[in-house]
């Protein structure tokens, strides 16, 4: 009688890894590990685990130890983090920016704990090359934003660019009908970094609060506050005020400025008792 048994599968033949993939499977591990949890709570045999090696082989391409490892994987956090940044200079910018936040609160949401860890600091695997990693992710994430008000920023942005061969944000077009980008000056700037560290802030604390309220809403807040501290920077900046007019043209009423002033002119309105009267005619 013939055994109806099933053949067992044949075995998976096996292909040994190059030196970058092996590199790259060890720092999604050590990545996974990481988002989740603070640094200082990982071990090299829990990422050797994680990645099913051994801990002699995450030592051949890490001998650093830990240290490496978790700058190497800040590094590769930090490249998906500044693409989150990265949306083409097509539609209104305030739509553009809402779609940055959603990459961004996305990668917060996925990344909880090492993200807190990250920019509260006191990790003991925090350095100097930590430190320049992370105002890397700041510097890149506002110049992308000014990109999409028309504007260049931080010219130290520029050493980056000759090393990678890539254009700089500043460097492309705010729109498809832009004429291109003008540095931008020192309110301007000192706004939109500004804005960039409310960003961060707020994150942080929506993490404390259970992420509440909901990313969505969360998003909407973030792009009003920018519209707000533009509007506010105009008022006493020419340049800001151009750019700003400029962004205005771009809008339309069903987008997030459009929105805005629906709800703000009515609360601004009530407030027309504070202006100076105009002085009577003679």
Same mark, same amino acid.
């Given at each position: ?10 075995p998976r033949a096996y292909r040994r890894l190059s ?78 920016? /809402?779609? &940055?936040?959603?990459?961004? !609160?996305?990668?917060? +949401? =996925? ?5 807190? #860890?990250? %920019? *509260? @600091? ?74 960039? /560290?409310? &960003?961060?802030?707020?994150? !942080?604390?929506?993490? +404390? =609060? ?5 990313? #969505?809403? %969360? *998003? @909407? ?62």
């Open positions: 009688m013939k055994s109806t048994a099933a053949a067992p599968p044949p030196v970058e993939e092996r590199r790259a499977q060890l720092l999604v591990a050590a990545l996974g590990l990481f988002a989740h949890r603070a640094p200082d709570e990982v071990s090299l045999d829990e990422v050797a685990v994680a990645a099913g090696v051994s801990r002699p082989l995450v030592y051949r391409y890490f001998p650093g130890g830990r240290q490496q490892l978790y700058e190497a994987a800040l590094g590769s956090a930090a490249d998906e983090l500044k693409l989150c940044f990265t949306e083409p200079p097509v539609g209104p910018p305030t739509e553009r920016v /809402a779609r &940055v936040l959603d990459r961004y !609160l996305r990668f917060v +949401d =996925e990344h909880d704990t090492g993200f807190s #860890a990250l %920019l *509260r @600091g006191g990790s003991v695997v925090e350095t100097s090359r930590t430190t320049t990693i992370v105002d890397g992710v700041r510097r890149a994430a506002a110049e992308e934003i000014l990109s999409h008000l028309g504007r260049i920023g931080d010219t130290d942005t520029d050493a980056g660019k000759q090393s990678t061969g890539k254009q700089s944000a500043g460097e492309r077009t705010a729109g498809p009908q832009s004429t291109r980008a003008r540095s931008a000056g020192p309110r301007l700037r000192m706004m939109v970094r500004s804005w960039i /560290a409310a &960003v961060e802030a707020a994150s !942080l604390i929506w993490l +404390d =609060e259970g992420k509440q309220p909901p990313a #969505a809403e %969360l *998003r @909407g807040w973030l792009v009003d506050h920018l519209i707000a501290l533009l509007a506010a920077t105009a008022a006493t900046d020419e340049e800001t005020a151009s750019v700003v007019r400029d962004l205005l043209a771009l809008e339309n009423p069903q987008g997030p400025a459009g929105r805005l002033a629906e709800l703000v002119i009515p609360v601004v309105a009530d407030a027309a008792h504070l202006l100076t009267p105009a002085p009577a005619a003679d």
